[in-house]
């Protein structure tokens, strides 16, 4: 259980970052995909 806690923070963080880094529409589209996915 933690090993996928840590690995959804990870993915998280990288998805936080990436949409901050560029705020495009389509950028911000792709991290809600990956959250949706992840959660």
Do not use: F, P, W, Y
Not at 14 to 37: D, P, Y
């Amino acid at each position: 259980m933690q090993k996928i806690d840590r690995a959804a923070l990870v993915q998280a963080n990288i998805a936080g970052g990436t949409a901050k880094a560029s705020s495009t529409s389509s950028s911000n589209t792709t991290v809600e995909i990956n959250i949706s996915a992840g959660g």
